[in-house]
């Protein structure tokens, strides 16, 4: 497998902004974007891993890059192979207000139980991953509130020179996931994963009106009582 190039991994649960934060990551002047999930890690490619990264390497080097970015979610459920199989490697966390997060997985798959079982297992991961010194959290909610500081904590974190221009992303627009081969069917979530990373970075918390059905079943789940509130509380919220 190539080591000549660092490879960043942003991964956590669905639905916490990790799109958008791989976009705008993806501008910096030293970072490669790969323009899809590839799930490399995942173990329906595991043999296929070394071809998709060496394609990608190559990408980053011919265009001068430091860094290569991949961005997959469910990659949270493969980080310490990644950290046994990739040297230097860097992982960035997403996560995001759990009832937001749980009411858009909803909306994606139309089914509460499954939407909540899919934050919780994620989310879960992420904080079993949190303590590696190879790994940064970030809030989406801080990427929103606080642009600018949050891309210079993640620029520290990777060692590079923040640049102000990253917010400007969407001034050079991409196929987010389009064009990706592992896509077997039409996804409208992918047209609107593309409509998103081609859009300016929306500069408020999106209040949703969540049904009251749903409401109440997110917030049984976040009680006191419950291991959703543990998870909330782990992530800082």
């Known amino acids: ?39 490399v890690f995942l173990l329906n490619r595991h043999y296929l891993k070394n071809k998709i990264l060496k394609k990608f390497t190559k990408e980053a080097i ?19 192979y ?13 996560t995001r207000n759990p009832e937001d997060t749980i009411y858009s997985l909803y909306k994606r798959y139309g089914d509460i139980h499954q939407a909540i079982q899919r934050y919780q ?56 996931n389009l064009n990706n081969p592992f896509s077997t069917k039409k996804d409208i979530h992918n047209d609107i994963r593309n409509l998103q990373a081609n859009s300016p970075l929306n500069k408020q918390i999106k209040k949703n009106i969540i049904p009251s059905t749903i409401k109440k079943k997110i917030s049984e789940f976040l009680e006191k009582k ?5 998870i909330k509380k782990d992530l800082g919220y």
């Open 82 to 94: 990644i950290n046994k199989k990739v040297k230097r490697s860097k992982f960035i966390f997403t």
């Open 1 to 39: 497998m190539s080591e000549s190039i660092n490879k960043i991994f942003i991964c956590g649960c669905g639905h916490t902004g990790s799109t958008i934060l791989a976009r705008i990551i993806g501008y910096h002047s030293k970072i490669y974007l790969i323009n899809y999930e590839t799930g």
């Open 226 to 230: 419950n291991i959703g509130y543990k």
């Open 121 to 176: 297992d994620d989310s879960i991961q992420t904080i079993r991953n949190m303590s590696l010194e190879n790994s940064i959290l970030i809030k989406h909610e801080d990427l929103i509130l606080n642009t600018e500081k949050t891309l210079k904590k993640i620029c520290k974190f990777l060692k590079i020179k923040f640049e102000k221009n990253m917010i400007y992303f969407f001034q050079k627009p991409l196929k987010w």
């Open 62 to 80: 011919t265009n001068k890059k430091k860094f290569l970015l991949e961005k997959t979610p469910r990659h949270i459920w493969h980080v310490d």
